[in-house]
């Protein structure tokens, strides 16, 4: 007879959670030795510094191993690069994201730049990356994923996305691709509601299910189901992570037989619409192996007693619960073992691989650096011209934001450009005047400098979304007539693919001072424009 006890560490292992603080705190020493977790999620609240995130990974697989646990701790992080990179520099080095890769048009590159990735991880002790996305970013105005796809071709994706798995499988870092059935084609972001798709099935097949077909039949370990409904795929209006036909297509049609996990179910996709602990049940009962839990302990531990509970009543099988047990004590024997997690790493390594990545990086996103159009021939600019620099910035005064925190969606949309921009610039152009703007436009001094300067460089982040971004950026371009205006989008490409009237526009995929650079070294002819936009017109 299994105790209760017993039962709740055994149930444990079916679960990804997160929790807060950059030490062991009592919530997940609890998670952990009471209820038995079998996977950490962990967010930038997490990272301080190397050393600190060293001794915390060591110090999680130290507590599994005295707690009495078969294998060790799954410990995951979603560093997909560029936009979402929750350990970023001075910690690790800046990686180019999907998109940025992308443009570059070489899987080759994304191996690389996976590499070096899985070389990080593994150095902290974390063996698996919530990555490669594997959505076709189809629809412009997506909220949530945007340059987090490699773009909007299914077969480039699908390219992408095994590179990017072969090289975090090369360091023994388990790679997850996402979001199942595919979350490219929607206007809502599932962390704030329930998307929903109205693709029949043979649609699907065309473009969503091809990248997640491809990882199947390469053998992807995991996959992540999306919190989008499907209604044609069958007569409900369930999300994917609870949906028994989505996940069928998985076992059934694509011939899926890894680990199957959901996204954190405490995003309004599910939270809002069936409760994060009765959607977990419906989670595991529509045949998902792993559930993750991000940020409330009551809200984990909840959900852990319901399944307990399931399986007490029968609600959930002991077959249902051996299968999922069986496939992720498999991922762990092949990915893991405890010689491995509780050896210490040392410090020196991780210069070296920072430098490598340092080096990888700076090429890439040079080579990604797109020059979409330049119909004055403006490019390279003047570095003696006097120049204003015109950003969004923060709507309040001090503000600011950091994709990745782990309370909130990645705010893909939030019009921020970083100060450090207009540092860059001045690297190049010396008499540089710099604008930051917000939804109240420009005074009326700023807009006699706009028309006085004699280069106006704009960079946008995702104007396509943000209307008074587009506004303005037209407006720029009225007044400037044709004296020199080059429009630099900082993250989606999309900002004024559709406007020739800004006659030179540039893409560099992602607001990182990295990639910023790169561009800015395109504008003052230091380096080339290679790179091609991964997405059309």
């Known amino acids: 007879m299994v105790s209760d006890r017993e039962l709740r560490k055994t149930i444990g292992q079916l679960f990804a959670v997160g929790f807060h603080g950059h030490d062991i705190g009592n919530d997940i020493r609890s998670l952990i030795c009471d209820y038995g977790v079998g996977a950490i999620v962990l967010f930038k609240r997490n990272v301080r510094d190397a050393a600190q995130l060293r001794a915390l990974c060591l110090g999680l697989q130290r507590l599994a191993k005295e707690a009495g646990h078969k294998q060790p701790l799954l410990i995951g992080i979603d560093q997909e690069n ?260 509780l050896q210490p790493r040392e410090p020196d390594a991780l210069t070296e691989i920072n430098r490598r990545g340092g080096s990888l990086a700076k090429q890439l996103y040079r080579d990604s650096t797109t020059l979409v159009r330049d119909h004055s021939s403006l490019i390279p600019l003047s570095s003696k011209a006097k120049t204003v620099f015109i950003s969004p910035g923060p709507n309040a005064p001090q503000g600011g934001g950091a994709v990745g925190s782990g309370e909130a969606a990645p705010p893909t949309r939030v019009p921020w450009v970083s100060s450090a921009f207009g540092d860059v610039l001045r690297g190049y152009a010396a008499d540089l005047t710099e604008i930051r703007f917000t939804d109240s436009s420009l005074s009326e001094a700023e807009w006699r400098e706009v028309e006085e300067a004699e280069v106006v460089i704009l960079a946008t982040r995702n104007a396509r979304e943000s209307r008074y971004q587009s506004d303005l950026g037209l407006e720029v371009a009225r007044r400037r007539g044709e004296r020199p205006l080059v429009a630099i989008a900082t993250c989606n490409p999309y900002d004024f693919l559709q406007h020739p009237e800004i006659g030179t526009y540039v893409a560099v995929y992602e607001p990182t001072v990295e990639a910023f650079g790169a561009g800015a070294d395109v504008l003052y002819g230091v380096a080339p424009a290679r790179g091609r936009l991964p997405v059309s017109v």
């Not at 990080?120 to 994923?145: C, K, Q, T, W």
């Not at 189901?225 to 999300?239: F, G, N, R, W």
């Not at 595991?284 to 399986?311: K, L, P, W």
Request: glycine share 8%.
């Open 82 to 341: 560029g936009l979402v990179t929750r350990i970023s520099p001075p910690v690790a080095a800046q990686m180019p994201g999907p998109m940025t890769l992308g443009a570059t048009g070489s899987p080759d590159h994304a191996f690389q730049v996976a590499e070096v990735t899985g070389e990080m991880l593994r150095h902290f002790g974390i063996n698996m990356n919530y990555a490669p996305v594997g959505d076709v970013n189809s629809e412009p105005l997506n909220p949530v994923i945007g340059v987090r796809s490699p773009g909007d071709d299914p077969e480039q994706v699908s390219r992408f996305a095994t590179a990017c798995a072969e090289g975090l499988r090369a360091h023994k870092v388990v790679p997850c691709i996402k979001h199942f059935p595919g979350h490219g084609d929607t206007k809502v972001d599932s962390h704030y509601g329930l998307p929903v798709i109205t693709k029949t099935r043979q649609e699907l097949d065309k473009v969503e299910l091809v990248p997640f077909r491809h990882a199947a039949a390469q053998g992807i370990e995991m996959v992540m189901t999306a919190h989008i409904s499907l209604p044609k795929l069958s007569d409900s209006d369930l999300p994917a992570t609870l949906s028994p036909d989505a996940i069928g297509i998985l076992r059934n049609d694509l011939h899926f037989e890894g680990v199957i996990m959901t996204d954190c179910m405490e995003m309004d996709g599910i939270r809002a619409t069936h409760g994060t602990v009765e959607g977990t049940l419906k989670a595991f009962r529509a045949g998902v192996d792993n559930v993750m839990i991000c940020h409330t302990y009551d809200v984990q531990t909840a959900s852990i007693d319901r399944i307990c509970e399931a399986m007490e009543s029968g609600e959930i099988s002991n077959e249902r619960l051996e299968s999922s047990l069986r496939r992720l004590e498999d991922l762990k024997s092949r990915f893991t073992s405890w010689d491995d997690a």
